[in-house]
């Protein structure tokens, strides 16, 4: 029997309230992302949806364990080979192990940082071609693509000086986290339907309002 259009429509519908929506906070150092990565996450629970809230590198035991080789600031040899690979070695555990699961659940999964951020540092910051990223990045996280992204924009040097320079990607020169910055702005032009752009010289509550009517116009109804 055929379906009426009505009810095609509705099944539509329904599908969409219980799917999974992968959202993203990206941005360089010391932009201020668990702040707005809290408010959102206060203001969805609000809303009734459940919310998995996961960081890159990260959100495993096997994620968790190569983020301290990543940041050990001793390991100032690293090659920029090493560096990705590592990078997209955590996110191929976290996709598997939790945002896959979490989506098909139907939560909300919002990430401090995930591929944007391989682009902008190790694309960008470390000049490897961004096809050559994109090749391996294919195999680690399949179709999975953020829904959203929120790239909050930060002065380079007013970023390091709130954040610190602890880590060993912190403690890169000022010239590699410019290169970052400027990434991340030119892939946030490239995709302005995905990649909404905050300027974090703003009031923490401003750039809280702009992420609130952001998520209203996906979460609203
Ligand atoms: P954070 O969690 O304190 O932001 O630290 C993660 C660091 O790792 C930060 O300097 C950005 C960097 N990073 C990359 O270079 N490439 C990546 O793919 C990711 C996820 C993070």
Redesign the pocket.
Known sequence: MKLKNSKILRCAQDDKKHRGYFITFEGA?GSG?STQIRNAVAFLQKKGRSVVML????GTRISEAIRAI??DKNLKEMSPIT?LLL?LAA?AQIVREKILPALAKGNVVIS????D??RA??GF?RKIPLEAIEAVSKLVRGKLRPDLTFVLDIDIAKGLARGGRH?R??REALSFHRRVRQGFLALAKKEPRRMVVLDTNKSVESVSQKVRERLERVFGQ
């Open positions: 150092e992302k960081r890159e590198p990260g990543l940041l560096e990078y996110r401090d940082r995930f591929e951020s391989t540092y190790q910051g880590d990607i912190e």
